[in-house]
């Protein structure tokens, strides 16, 4: 929102991480578009994910969706898209992004909560998922919306920011054995 603290978005923070744990070069290309649906992800695969042919790709579509689509159909394009990427470029690596919490007090995103179970069941070697609703679930038994969130509905705030940055560090750096 280019105001104090400014606070890069996740993706950029964990770039940052791998670079100071491994030292390596890496190149972001953030290709997301906010508020678009699966099925623009569909659309779009080729030209914002296929022509770069990323080693990671973080994945991160079903929450706009909810509420417009059913989970069958969001489902169906997540699977296209993984299968697509796989098939393709063979040496991508993927995180699927589970749905974040939102408020049940905005009127969006009812039920994203249902899309967790179907998408961790698309975990597999090569594919692995972060339950974003149930970690951000687990802090509302200490925090409220206000705290976790830039709007009150759902987009994340500079604290859940981190907090996803952190996450998705722990699935891709072994702290432990460094």
């Known amino acids: 929102y280019k105001r104090e603290p ?22 972001l290309i953030n290709n997301a578009v906010g508020g678009t649906q699966s099925g623009w992800g569909v659309e779009t695969l080729e030209e ?12 991160g579509f079903g929450n706009n969706d909810c509420g417009q689509h059913p989970i069958d159909k969001i489902m169906d394009n997540l699977i296209y898209m993984i299968q697509t990427v796989q098939n393709r470029l063979p040496q991508c690596e993927i995180i699927l992004l589970g749905p974040s919490i ?36 687990s802090v509302l038994a200490f925090k409220d919306f206000a705290a976790m969130t830039g709007n009150g509905i759902a987009h994340p705030n500079d604290w859940t920011t981190r907090v996803y940055s952190s996450n998705l560090l722990a699935m891709l750096v072994d702290y432990e054995n460094l």
């Open 6 to 27: 400014f606070m890069p978005g996740y993706p950029e923070l964990v770039k940052r991480g791998l670079h100071k744990v491994y030292g390596s070069d890496i190149t």
């Open 48 to 59: 914002r994910v296929l022509s770069q042919s990323p080693d990671l790709l973080l994945l």
């Open 102 to 137: 939102a408020n049940p007090d905005s009127g969006f995103i009812a039920w994203s909560d249902e899309l967790a179970a179907p998408q961790r069941a698309l975990e597999k070697e090569g594919l692995a998922y972060y339950n974003v609703w149930r970690n951000m679930a």
